[in-house]
């Protein structure tokens, strides 16, 4: 089999970092022929410092890269074009594609990946399907998620056991120092964020990956600028500015911390599989859409929590998430959320079982795609 998936870049890593992950799980773990199709291939060496941004035609880890030249990619003839297609995440096959799919015989699985929600809708329009207006295409909708009516969410099989590996066991914020790391998009939330560490009466140490907060983090400290190997302290804090981790240093450094603050939404599911208390910093959508969505998945998550622990998650994820929160407010939030530091440990361990329990997207699109080729 072989699947061609397109991604443009929008903007951050969210994109390219999910589509990656799910190139290179099609072809190490289901042994899929795949060509990965990239706008910009400067973001995604970011993540992946392997890659050559300024080869047109690649092989990274056995996966086909491909830089994608929009609407100009020339056409290929019909056997050129993969057996799956992915339109990931609003990206759009150009044109002359679509011609030379629909000369395709048989046509090819045309898959629509759209993105990761929690809200109940998802479930009626995952595998929805569109027909194009003129040529004798198919869409299909396929929708990642936390139900069993969606597709799931993109998880490697080993995953698990590279974590237990990585990992020694440890009693959470062992030494009594609060290893967080600190991933988002800034504003004035951070200084907030950061005075209430500074001023807690115990020991924290940020881990703070190369990102547009570092910004607010300089600002704090009050310096000019924040570069990797910066190390700043005040109060009960310690600041370490960390380089872009390539994707699984992420993952290892999530591992490695009591709680995590991720974005968006690769992060945000990584954090999930760390199975440590993490904070959503959402990405925000013109006319506050995202409220919405950051609502429907504390709706899920917080499920497992007492009520009072889910109440603080609750809480601090608002304040997290508002342009411009107040510091005593936010900073009351996070003792909140802390104060349940064990029990949202504790659930965060079940409720990455439940989810695995959905089968993974990856595995689940394969099973959609086989069925209709
Ligand atoms: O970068 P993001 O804000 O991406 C967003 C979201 O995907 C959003 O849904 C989308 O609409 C928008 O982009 C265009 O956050 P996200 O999704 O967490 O992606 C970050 C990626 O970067 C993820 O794959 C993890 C990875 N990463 C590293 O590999 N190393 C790092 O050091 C860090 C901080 C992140």
Same mark, same amino acid.
């Given at each position: 089999m072989?699947?061609?998936i397109?991604?443009?870049?929008?903007d951050?890593?969210?994109?390219?970092?999910?589509?990656w992950?799910?190139?290179?799980?099609?072809?190490?773990?289901?042994g899929?022929d795949v060509?990965?199709?990239?706008?910009?291939?400067?973001?995604?060496r970011?993540?992946?410092?392997e890659?050559?941004p300024h080869t047109r035609?690649?092989s990274?880890?056995g996966?086909?890269?491909?830089?994608?030249?929009?609407?100009?990619?020339?056409?290929?003839d019909?056997?050129?074009?993969?057996?799956?297609?992915?339109?990931?995440?609003?990206?759009?096959?150009?044109?002359p594609w679509?011609t030379?799919?629909?000369?395709?015989d048989p046509?090819?699985?045309?898959?629509?990946?759209?993105?990761?929600s929690?809200?109940?809708?998802?479930?009626?329009?995952?595998?929805?399907t !569109?027909p194009? /207006?003129r @040529?004798p *295409?198919t869409?299909?909708?396929?929708f990642?998620?936390?139900? %069993?009516g969606t597709? #799931?969410?993109?998880?490697?099989r080993d995953?698990?056991?590279?974590?237990?590996?990585?990992?020694?066991?440890r009693?959470?914020?062992?030494g009594?120092?609060?290893?967080?790391?600190?991933?988002?998009?800034?504003?004035p939330?951070?200084?907030?964020?950061?005075a209430?560490?500074?001023? !807690?009466t115990e /020991?924290? @140490?940020? *881990?703070?990956p190369?990102?547009?907060?570092l910004a607010?983090? %300089?600002?704090f400290? #009050?310096s000019?600028a924040?570069?990797?190997?910066d190390?700043?302290e005040?109060?009960?804090?310690?600041a370490?500015?960390?380089p872009f981790?390539?994707?699984?240093?992420?993952?290892?450094?999530?591992?490695?911390?009591d709680?995590?603050?991720?974005r968006?939404?690769?992060?945000?599911?990584?954090a999930q599989?760390a199975?440590r208390?993490?904070v959503w910093?959402?990405?925000?959508?013109a006319g506050?859409?995202?409220?919405?969505k950051?609502?429907?998945?504390?709706?899920?998550?917080g499920?497992?929590?007492?009520a009072?622990?889910?109440?603080a998650?609750?809480e601090?994820?608002?304040?997290?998430?508002?342009?411009?929160?107040?510091?005593?407010?936010?900073?009351?939030?996070?003792?909140r959320?802390?104060?349940?530091r064990?029990?949202?440990e504790?659930?965060?361990?079940?409720?990455?079982r439940?989810?695995v329990?959905?089968?993974?997207l990856?595995?689940n699109?394969?099973?959609?795609?086989?069925?209709?080729?």
């Amino acid at each position: 089999m072989r699947w061609d998936i397109f991604c443009n870049v929008v903007d951050h890593f969210g994109d390219i970092g999910a589509s990656w992950r799910l190139a290179r799980q099609l072809h190490v773990e289901h042994g899929i022929d795949v060509r990965l199709w990239v706008d910009d291939l400067g973001t995604f060496r970011r993540l992946c410092p392997e890659l050559d941004p300024h080869t047109r035609s690649q092989s990274v880890g056995g996966v086909g890269v491909r830089r994608w030249a929009g609407a100009d990619t020339a056409a290929p003839d019909a056997d050129g074009v993969g057996d799956v297609i992915v339109e990931a995440f609003g990206s759009r096959v150009p044109m002359p594609w679509m011609t030379a799919m629909a000369a395709r015989d048989p046509k090819p699985v045309w898959i629509n990946l759209e993105y990761l929600s929690a809200e109940d809708w998802v479930e009626g329009c995952h595998r929805l399907t !569109s027909p194009h /207006p003129r @040529l004798p *295409l198919t869409k299909h909708f396929f929708f990642p998620g936390f139900t %069993a009516g969606t597709g #799931g969410l993109l998880r490697e099989r080993d995953l698990g056991l590279q974590r237990e590996q990585a990992l020694p066991a440890r009693e959470p914020c062992a030494g009594n120092v609060t290893t967080v790391s600190l991933f988002g998009y800034g504003g004035p939330a951070v200084g907030a964020l950061l005075a209430a560490w500074a001023h !807690s009466t115990e /020991p924290v @140490l940020a *881990l703070i990956p190369e990102s547009v907060l570092l910004a607010d983090v %300089a600002a704090f400290f #009050g310096s000019a600028a924040a570069a990797v190997g910066d190390r700043f302290e005040r109060g009960a804090l310690s600041a370490l500015v960390l380089p872009f981790q390539s994707q699984p240093q992420y993952d290892r450094l999530l591992w490695s911390c009591d709680c995590n603050f991720v974005r968006g939404e690769d992060s945000f599911v990584r954090a999930q599989w760390a199975e440590r208390p993490f904070v959503w910093n959402i990405y925000p959508q013109a006319g506050g859409a995202h409220w919405a969505k950051l609502h429907a998945f504390h709706e899920r998550y917080g499920a497992g929590l007492s009520a009072d622990a889910a109440a603080a998650v609750r809480e601090f994820w608002r304040q997290w998430n508002l342009k411009d929160p107040p510091a005593p407010a936010l900073a009351t939030a996070w003792r909140r959320f802390w104060i349940h530091r064990t029990e949202i440990e504790k659930w965060g361990r079940e409720w990455a079982r439940s989810q695995v329990a959905h089968g993974d997207l990856a595995s689940n699109l394969v099973r959609f795609a086989s069925e209709r080729l």
